[in-house]
């Protein structure tokens, strides 16, 4: 740690920043994570090694002392768009208060992600954004700022918006907004970006625009995201839609808040089109396609793919990073059951679980999941047939009757499944060992309505078929069935 580069990272439990914080690990960084609640900061664990957590509000000036003097780089992906109706003014503070408190440190280089600035015409959300940039930009360090319309990725609040709007609604009646026209960029892009800017001189001192090679009306979006989906959609724009009644229209259609559905509107009227984006060429970034973006946004966890799932964005690497703490099973728009009991016995509860399906069976109502097995055959599916690859053990690629196994660790107690049953949707099993207890999740990811529909009508019987299953599981009884 004592030879490593020391870089700051902000917003590290937020959306970029808890994606960017493996890659600078990759880098060969040591990472000064700045949270809140150090109580509710869960890195992976093999990433701990290589950095520190400190406790820092960047509204409260005495913990900005916490950050340390002998840092070299810094990200601020902070914003507080969603926390309250003046956020502005607190987004201004935080800037002015975290800029005067790294000018006492040896800090060389500070990026900062922001949103497309070039309307004449900003909304509150854009202005403020600006705004926090010109604060940023006060400091005695070289400075940069990249900024970014829309992120298209899972678990971006664009990204959700428009998968809720899709998903939900075959017609929709929308505002005239869903005209504007703005440039798209992947969450993979935008981490290139991010790590290839830092340090790099050609890059100091300067702004600039990043986005795809798609220039897309928020209404073409939603229809290639239709496409995507396999969803047809028809969509109607009106002109009697006032903001305020297009952020209602949000909050209630979609998962977003109404802060951030209201902010959001706002910002939505307002073009967002790159025009001084010259850095793809001095970094060497070919940006994907919101096509190809949106793949990468549902590519399927398979056996293979787990590691480029989370190192797409790497530069290059030598670090030994455990893949499963990269696995992440969706949790934006999707159902999940999630269950907890503590075992009896941890090496027969592992035992169980590593012979479940095939001839072992399901533990609880086995004649269900055989019901389930003969209806997915008559609609085409693998159904049971197939049974288990190996009797004795799992190993990922395996077949586990109507599941895939993605994820095998016996030593940590550690299962994922994927479903490849004929489902109006994707669904996922997870067994994992923690602390004294087994948690078992059953996840769903809905394709449309009918995906929607479909939860809600065996959701009756998740109550008894996952709650008997993890009971059986935890007992002592070796193969209790």
């Known amino acids: 740690m004592a030879n490593k580069t020391k870089i700051l990272l902000t917003g590290a439990t937020g959306y970029i920043g808890k994606r960017l914080l493996p890659i600078l690990v990759e880098q060969g960084y040591h990472v000064v994570c700045c949270v809140r609640d150090l109580e509710r900061f869960s890195p992976p664990k093999t990433l701990r090694p290589y950095i520190t957590a400190i406790k820092v509000d960047l509204l409260k000036q005495e913990t900005l002392k916490n950050i340390p003097k002998d840092i070299a780089g810094a990200y601020y992906l902070v914003h507080s768009m969603s926390s309250s109706e003046n956020y502005e003014d607190l987004e201004l503070k935080c800037a002015h208060n975290f800029y005067k408190a790294v000018q006492n440190t040896n800090i060389k280089h500070l990026i900062y992600l922001s949103g497309i600035v070039n309307d004449e015409n900003l909304s509150k959300h854009l202005a403020s954004r600006k705004n926090v940039e010109n604060e940023l930009a006060k400091g005695s360090y070289n400075f940069t700022t990249l900024r970014a319309g829309i992120i298209i990725g899972s678990g971006s609040a664009s990204f959700e918006i428009i998968r809720d709007l899709v998903e939900k609604l075959p017609i929709m009646i929308t505002p005239k907004w869903?005209?504007?026209?703005?440039?798209?960029?992947?969450?993979?892009?935008?981490?290139?970006?991010?790590?290839?800017?830092?340090?790099?001189?050609?890059?100091?001192?300067?702004?600039?625009?990043?986005?795809?090679?798609?220039?897309?009306?928020?209404k073409q979006m939603l229809l290639e995201f239709g496409k995507k989906r396999k969803?047809?959609?028809?969509?109607?724009?009106?002109?009697?839609?006032?903001?305020?009644?297009?952020?209602?229209?949000?909050?209630?259609?979609?998962?977003t808040s109404y802060k951030l559905a209201k902010a959001l509107v706002s910002s939505m009227k307002v073009e967002v089109i790159c025009k001084n984006n010259n850095i793809s060429k001095i970094l060497n970034i070919q940006p994907l396609t919101y096509k190809e973006s949106l793949d990468k946004a549902f590519v399927k966890i398979e056996s293979k793919q787990i590691e480029s799932s989370w190192k797409d964005a790497f530069s290059s690497g030598e670090m030994n990073i455990e893949i499963a703490d990269f696995?992440?099973?969706?949790?934006?728009?999707?159902?999940?059951?999630?269950?907890?009991?503590?075992?009896?016995?941890?090496?027969?509860?592992?035992?169980?679980?590593?012979?479940?399906?095939?001839?072992?069976?399901?533990?609880?109502?086995?004649?269900?999941?055989?019901?389930?097995?003969?209806?997915?055959?008559?609609?085409?599916?693998?159904?049971?047939?197939?049974?288990?690859?190996?009797?004795?053990?799992?190993?990922?690629?395996?077949?586990?009757d109507f599941w895939r196994v993605l994820y095998a660790n016996k030593e940590e107690g550690h299962l994922l499944l994927f479903a490849e049953m004929k489902l109006p949707g994707e669904a996922w099993l997870e067994f994992k060992i923690v602390k004294n207890k087994l948690k078992q999740t059953a996840t769903f990811r809905p394709l449309g309505l009918s995906g929607r529909l479909y939860w809600y009508a065996v959701l009756p019987f998740h109550g008894f078929i996952f709650k008997g299953m993890l009971n059986k599981i935890t007992n002592n009884m070796k193969y209790d069935i």
């Open 178 to 218: 869903l005209n504007t026209k703005c440039q798209p960029i992947g969450i993979i892009d935008v981490l290139k970006f991010l790590s290839l800017s830092l340090f790099n001189n050609k890059v100091y001192n300067s702004s600039f625009d990043i986005g795809g090679p798609d220039i897309l009306t928020y």
């Open 231 to 255: 969803l047809k959609r028809s969509i109607i724009t009106i002109p009697v839609m006032t903001p305020k009644l297009s952020s209602y229209w949000l909050y209630f259609v979609t998962s």
């Open 327 to 400: 696995i992440k099973v969706p949790r934006f728009g999707c159902f999940v059951d999630k269950r907890y009991k503590a075992y009896q016995d941890r090496n027969i509860t592992v035992s169980k679980i590593w012979n479940i399906g095939g001839k072992t069976g399901w533990y609880y109502a086995t004649w269900l999941w055989k019901l389930r097995g003969y209806i997915d055959k008559l609609f085409g599916g693998v159904g049971l047939r197939r049974g288990r690859t190996n009797p004795n053990t799992l190993t990922a690629g395996d077949s586990v």
